[in-house]
């Protein structure tokens, strides 16, 4: 179902943020119909939630019970898991970073804020900023070629001893029908450099990054959750909604296959 990894880093530590930037019109027509991002974004994070029971998976617990810890969520949507968390732990600071901004319809919480950045490129936080820096579905923005550096640049802004987490699903699963298997090879042959299987990767590209420590990975292959099916439809009325957003360029491609 995905693979999630989680690691303290060695290195030095000092901090900074930046400015809100504005934010960009991320509404959509699918089939005449307006739809927003974030209402998908916020069910991909009920989603991942409910898989994984828990909105992290790295022994962080304590972190943001402390006054001044600083938490980064890497590409982080319409900050679904961002403001979730900062409700949660009130006393930590969460920034989360975009390269493009979505209107969200949750209540901002104070502690929380969203910046615009680009992680291929150095992100806009001095090196040994953060405790928790999380990042979570961005096989989609990622090359694969990048990784490597994508994660180097994320523990230069780890602070020593802080906790790096990555949560990516597998892509391509084995048991799909002839209907997703032409629509998700219509959709990689666009996405060129992508990786549809990077989560059984990550592990590899942290060992070898030397600043690293106690690395561990966790994959799910089964849904054990009490509603599993409800998160079954969910997941479908997921996959299908990003596809329809994607359907003009699918149609391409398909009408070619
Ligand atoms: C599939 S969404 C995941 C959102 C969020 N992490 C979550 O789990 O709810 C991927 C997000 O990554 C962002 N993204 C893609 N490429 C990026 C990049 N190079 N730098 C920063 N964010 C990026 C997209 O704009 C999008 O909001």
């Known amino acids: 179902m995905g693979c999630k990894i989680s690691k303290n880093n060695q290195s030095n530590g000092v901090n900074s943020a930046s400015d809100n930037l504005s934010k960009e019109n991320t509404s959509k027509f699918v089939d005449g119909r307006k739809y927003q991002q974030a209402d998908r974004l916020d069910l991909q994070h009920y989603i991942q939630k409910n898989i994984w029971q828990n909105n992290f998976f790295a022994p962080v617990g304590h972190l943001p019970e402390q006054e001044g810890t600083k938490v980064l969520d890497v590409g982080t949507g319409a900050g679904s898991w961002l403001f979730e968390m900062a409700a949660d732990y009130p006393k930590a600071k969460f920034i989360g970073i975009?390269?493009?901004?979505i209107d969200s319809f949750q209540t901002k919480p104070?502690?929380?804020?969203?910046?615009?950045?680009?992680?291929?490129e150095r992100l806009?936080?001095?090196d040994n900023t953060y405790d928790y820096v999380f990042q979570r579905i961005l096989y989609v923005g990622i090359p694969e070629n990048k990784w490597p550096s994508v994660i180097n640049e994320l523990i230069r802004v780890l602070k020593p001893d802080g906790y790096l987490e990555?949560?990516?699903p597998d892509f391509k699963p084995n048991n799909m029908g002839p209907a997703t298997t032409k629509i998700t090879d219509a959709n990689n042959s666009f996405e060129r450099g992508l990786d549809?299987?990077?989560?059984?990767?990550?592990?590899?590209?942290?060992?070898?990054?030397?600043?690293?420590?106690?690395?561990?990975?966790?994959?799910?292959?089964?849904?054990?959750?009490?509603?599993?099916?409800?998160?079954?439809?969910?997941?479908?009325?997921?996959?299908?909604?990003?596809v329809m957003t994607l359907k003009p360029k699918l149609a391409s491609i398909m009408n070619g296959i």
């Open 98 to 101: 975009d390269i493009s901004l």
């Open 110 to 120: 104070s502690n929380a804020e969203i910046i615009k950045g680009n992680v291929l």
């Open 124 to 126: 806009p936080f001095d």
């Open 166 to 168: 990555l949560l990516e």
């Open 196 to 242: 549809s299987n990077i989560c059984y990767k990550l592990q590899n590209y942290l060992e070898e990054n030397k600043q690293l420590y106690d690395v561990h990975c966790e994959i799910k292959k089964e849904l054990d959750a009490e509603n599993e099916e409800e998160l079954r439809k969910l997941s479908s009325e997921n996959f299908t909604t990003a």
